[in-house]
């Protein structure tokens, strides 16, 4: 079933100088429980695409269909928790700013920081976690509000490559077993690769699709270990020629 | 336990600052030990350079004749109504500008030239307007720290995190719930340093007008000291100044503390 449909997107930035075309022609579909990766050149618009998504950016032209019953979260650039909440009114900002803390949700939440091990860090204060913490606490943030769609703007780029792993590792388990769909835009191949069932490709602005690849590996498992798989160098070639890097 | 190593290490940190201390207190001392030789030898005119040991006796005969704790008093509160004021109307100021970028570009080039001007040149003005009177010397001090405020808690403001904002826009947030969930609370800090700043300026406010108009203050005992050509009662409420102005200071740096230490 999908549960994002987009066609024809298109949005044209205007400056005093000029009118930057930034997205165009733009189309896919998200289909229930699927895991899309939007990869490109830095600086092609990827992001003004989930901004449009979730209605912080208006676009230009073209549809966004959302069924009525589908919500959407968004997961910012690094973690952006607020320094001056502990872990669990970091958690429960989203629910705050639309009432509806509740016993009930506000157990929800309790229960998400428990299962993905921040039992004892309920009342803890950002600064005193890692990297991977602060991350897994931004991810239950979004997962508050219960969205069925999870939008992830370079979520881990913030972080040094080897929490980098373990972090994808970590979010990617969670997003998988709450069953959520999820569209990450990310730059780094690898790491769309390993999370995606599907990457999709960008041109260079104004940034249109070039190629969408389902990722068929071998022997299919968490981000980490999908690194390891045959096919795994056959999809990073592909992409990589796809894109074009000047250096 | 620690090994010995460590304990020589925090033996050395102590030691260190001890020196530091110590070579505050010498510099005081030696100061006024010069000072006073100098006089005692009279080497110096006392007349026109005073001495440590006149400004304690004025101290001691204006506490005992002219009310000196009245006239600490008058200065002390003038600042605070003008400091309190200052931060008060500043801060809520810079908030409309920030929720309003319209209005912060009409207004723009006037601050920049309000704070540009030397706010002294204006005395006059309040004066004869306002009376010679207390309401005019806090308008002065309102007035100095007023608009530095506005300028960097508003900078502040308009610098909070393009992320969270976007964030708190993701999660559904009103504008006023993105000011005071998110831009007040990240701009802590810059107001707390905009308060250290105000404090000293409405207290340059309050001596800057004192000078211009007053019956009581520090800055009126300067003035008057200076109008009957004694130097002794000048450089006591310069002294008695300075003791005012670092209490005052460091009120403020508590008070900051405070306000952290409560997140932490």
């Given at each position: 079933?999908?549960?994002?449909?987009?066609?024809?997107?298109?949005?044209?930035?205007?400056?005093?100088?000029?009118?930057?075309?930034?997205?165009?022609?733009?189309?896919?579909?998200?289909?229930?429980?699927?895991?899309?990766?939007?990869?490109?050149?830095?600086?092609?618009?990827?992001?003004?695409?989930?901004?449009?998504?979730?209605?912080?950016?208006?676009?230009?032209?073209?549809?966004?269909?959302?069924?009525?019953?589908?919500?959407?979260?968004?997961?910012?650039?690094?973690?952006?928790?607020?320094?001056?909440?502990?872990?669990?009114?970091?958690?429960?900002?989203?629910?705050?700013?639309?009432?509806?803390?509740?016993?009930?949700?506000?157990?929800?939440?309790?229960?998400?920081?428990?299962?993905?091990?921040?039992?004892?860090?309920?009342?803890?204060?950002?600064?005193?976690?890692?990297?991977?913490?602060?991350?897994?606490?931004?991810?239950?943030?979004?997962?508050?509000?219960?969205?069925?769609?999870?939008?992830?703007?370079?979520?881990?780029?913030?972080?040094?490559?080897?929490?980098?792993?373990?972090?994808?590792?970590?979010?990617?388990?969670?997003?998988?077993?709450?069953?959520?769909?999820?569209?990450?835009?990310?730059?780094?191949?690898?790491?769309?690769?390993?999370?995606?069932?599907?990457?999709?490709?960008?041109?260079?602005?104004?940034?249109?699709?070039?190629?969408?690849?389902?990722?068929?590996?071998?022997?299919?498992?968490?981000?980490?270990?999908?690194?390891?798989?045959?096919?795994?160098?056959?999809?990073?070639?592909?992409?990589?020629?796809?894109?074009?890097?000047?250096? | 336990?620690?090994?010995?190593?460590?304990?020589?290490y925090l033996k050395k940190i102590k030691l260190h600052n001890l020196l530091v201390k110590i070579s505050q207190i010498f510099i005081?001392?030696?100061?006024?030990?010069?000072?006073?030789?100098?006089?005692?030898?009279?080497?110096?005119?006392?007349?026109?350079?005073?001495?440590?040991?006149?400004?304690?006796?004025?101290?001691?005969?204006?506490?005992?004749?002219?009310?000196?704790?009245?006239?600490?008093?008058?200065?002390?509160?003038?600042?605070?109504?003008?400091?309190?004021?200052?931060?008060?109307?500043?801060?809520?100021?810079?908030?409309?500008?920030?929720?309003?970028?319209?209005?912060?570009?009409?207004?723009?080039?006037?601050?920049?030239?309000?704070?540009?001007?030397?706010?002294?040149?204006?005395?006059?003005?309040?004066?004869?307007?306002?009376?010679?009177?207390?309401?005019?010397?806090?308008?002065?001090?309102?007035?100095?720290?007023?608009?530095?405020?506005?300028?960097?808690?508003?900078?502040?403001?308009?610098?909070?995190?393009?992320?969270?904002?976007?964030?708190?826009?993701?999660?559904?947030?009103?504008?006023?719930?993105?000011?005071?969930?998110?831009?007040?609370?990240?701009?802590?800090?810059?107001?707390?340093?905009?308060?250290?700043?105000?404090?000293?300026?409405?207290?340059?406010?309050?001596?800057?007008?004192?000078?211009?108009?007053?019956?009581?203050?520090?800055?009126?005992?300067?003035?008057?000291?200076?109008?009957?050509?004694?130097?002794?009662?000048?450089?006591?409420?310069?002294?008695?100044?300075?003791?005012?102005?670092?209490?005052?200071?460091?009120?403020?740096?508590?008070?900051?503390?405070?306000?952290?230490?409560?997140?932490?």
């Amino acid at each position: 079933m999908s549960v994002l449909k987009i066609k024809d997107l298109r949005k044209t930035y205007h400056t005093k100088k000029d009118e930057i075309l930034a997205v165009d022609n733009f189309s896919f579909e998200l289909n229930e429980g699927e895991f899309v990766a939007i990869v490109g050149p830095s600086g092609c618009g990827k992001s003004t695409i989930l901004q449009m998504i979730c209605g912080l950016d208006k676009k230009s032209s073209g549809e966004i269909e959302v069924p009525l019953n589908i919500k959407i979260g968004f997961m910012p650039q690094g973690d952006s928790l607020f320094e001056w909440r502990n872990v669990l009114k970091n958690c429960l900002l989203g629910l705050e700013l639309t009432n509806n803390v509740t016993k009930e949700n506000k157990e929800y939440v309790l229960n998400l920081l428990k299962t993905y091990g921040l039992k004892d860090f309920i009342h803890a204060h950002p600064n005193n976690l890692s990297g991977g913490m602060r991350q897994r606490v931004s991810l239950i943030r979004t997962l508050a509000t219960k969205p069925d769609i999870l939008l992830l703007d370079e979520p881990f780029s913030a972080l040094d490559y080897q929490s980098r792993l373990a972090v994808s590792d970590d979010v990617y388990k969670i997003i998988k077993k709450e069953k959520k769909s999820a569209i990450m835009v990310t730059h780094d191949i690898s790491e769309a690769i390993s999370m995606a069932n599907k990457v999709i490709v960008l041109s260079n602005r104004p940034c249109t699709i070039k190629n969408i690849y389902n990722i068929e590996l071998e022997n299919k498992s968490t981000p980490i270990n999908n690194r390891k798989d045959k096919k795994f160098a056959y999809y990073y070639d592909l992409i990589w020629k796809d894109i074009d890097y000047h250096v | 336990m620690y090994s010995k190593e460590h304990k020589d290490y925090l033996k050395k940190i102590k030691l260190h600052n001890l020196l530091v201390k110590i070579s505050q207190i010498f510099i005081l001392v030696f100061f006024l030990v010069i000072w006073q030789f100098l006089a005692s030898t009279e080497r110096i005119n006392t007349f026109i350079f005073s001495s440590p040991f006149k400004v304690f006796e004025t101290i001691i005969s204006l506490y005992q004749n002219d009310d000196l704790i009245h006239h600490i008093w008058v200065t002390v509160y003038e600042t605070l109504v003008g400091f309190g004021l200052g931060c008060l109307i500043g801060i809520t100021i810079a908030s409309i500008l920030w929720a309003n970028k319209f209005l912060f570009k009409v207004f723009d080039p006037y601050l920049t030239i309000l704070n540009s001007l030397p706010k002294v040149a204006l005395g006059p003005i309040i004066i004869i307007w306002g009376g010679a009177n207390a309401t005019s010397i806090i308008i002065m001090a309102l007035l100095i720290s007023v608009i530095i405020t506005i300028i960097s808690v508003h900078q502040g403001f308009t610098n909070t995190d393009e992320n969270k904002i976007r964030l708190m826009k993701s999660l559904g947030a009103n504008k006023w719930q993105i000011f005071s969930k998110l831009v007040f609370p990240s701009n802590i800090g810059t107001i707390m340093s905009a308060v250290k700043v105000n404090i000293s300026m409405s207290l340059i406010g309050v001596i800057m007008g004192e000078f211009l108009t007053s019956k009581a203050g520090i800055g009126h005992l300067i003035m008057y000291g200076s109008q009957v050509f004694n130097l002794n009662l000048i450089i006591t409420g310069v002294f008695i100044l300075c003791i005012v102005a670092s209490i005052m200071y460091y009120g403020v740096v508590l008070l900051e503390k405070k306000i952290n230490s409560k997140w932490d």
